[in-house]
């Protein structure tokens, strides 16, 4: 009898624990807390929902594409693996792109703080690098130089620098090649403005025609969602949804940019679609569509206050490019039984695998 009353006590002090562990678990996952919010794909149970994730990895801008027609103008959420392995395997590729960018700024670096310690500080373009201006903040500031830290800096700088560049501008030589009517009147209109105020930001700012092919590529080739954000606090929607802290949020972007609400003939590619966009009767050369422009039908910048800085930046270099190829280029397929990119989807990217060879011939 002692041992049975023994046995009953020791599984009650086991069992009662475990079951307020478990609902504590259970009442404080992601999952009960945005039980309010539609799920799309499949059931949001804890078990259910990782056949879900999976499904979200190979076809995750069907399952945005599905949200966004059931849902419209409201939220939908979908289930996706836990984001600490991904972060893991990240960190480590990271680390060791770092230790070879340190291998060769260290030198560079060493030589400059060389230079000011004598007292020979160079001007003009020699000390005009972003190398440069990270040393002579932090010495500025009495910090002591890592080099560690010095490399992720430039690392990050060169990601928002170029990543939107070698993201996009391919894109763009493929239209190019693809859609040769709209070669002609680009180049007179760089031609135009060029010959009259030269190579200024100005005369770049005037090339709404550029500005718009760029913009119906980005329109049209962008993947799924963007504008992932963490929330750090409850926040309530004017739908009065509300989304706990913790929760992550994107844009259905991909369905947004092909919503034939927004644009006529979504699907269809239109070079000049934002540049015939018309101000009472006449085309918008306002810069009100330009690539550059934040609405809520356009987000390949984002939106909000928290949109994209770095946009004037980007959308500068990739018409100064799209310009030069413009003038000095004939852009063709160099088979034309291969005019296709091929690509895959990755959770909400697009990502290509099979992509059209160019051939870009010197005008004369």
Sequence with gaps: ???????????????????????????GSSTYRLRHIPTVGGS???????????????????????????????????????????????????SRVVKLVERHIRPLAEDRIEQIMQGNKPNGTESSTLLTWLVDETLKSQRLLDFDDLSRRVLDTSFVAVGTMLSTFPDVLINLAAYP???????????????????????????????????????IGIGSSTGNRKIFKDFTLSNG?????????????????LDEQHYHNSHEFQGFRFAEMTVGERPDT?????????????????????ACPGRFFAS???KVAL????????????????????KFWFQALSIPYSTPELILRKRV
Aim: glycine share 6%; net charge positive.
């Design 1 to 27: 009898m002692y041992q049975n009353d023994s046995l009953s006590v020791a599984v009650v002090a086991i069992l009662f624990p475990s079951i307020y562990l478990i609902s504590r678990a259970i009442l």
């Design 44 to 94: 949001s149970g804890l078990i259910s929902s990782y056949f879900t994730s999976f499904r979200f990895y190979f076809h995750g801008h069907v399952l945005i594409q599905e949200g966004y027609e059931k849902y419209p103008s409201s939220v939908f959420k979908i289930a996706s693996m836990s984001r600490w392995i991904v972060g893991r395997f990240v960190a480590i590729k990271v």
């Design 181 to 219: 009517k709209y070669v002609s009147p680009m180049r007179e209109e760089v031609l135009a403005v060029t010959t009259k105020e030269g190579w200024t930001k100005s005369a770049v700012g005037k090339m709404h025609k550029v500005d718009s092919f760029i913009k119906e590529t980005l329109r």
């Design 241 to 257: 949804v509300t989304l706990p802290a913790g929760t992550f949020v994107s844009f259905p972007t991909c369905a947004i940019h």
């Design 286 to 306: 306002t810069g009100t569509n330009q690539l550059v422009t934040l609405a809520p039908e356009f987000l390949a910048f984002g939106i909000g206050r928290h």
């Design 316 to 318: 500068y270099t990739l």
């Design 323 to 342: 310009a030069h190829v413009l003038l000095n280029f004939d852009v063709d397929f160099l088979d034309s039984s291969n005019t296709q990119v091929m």
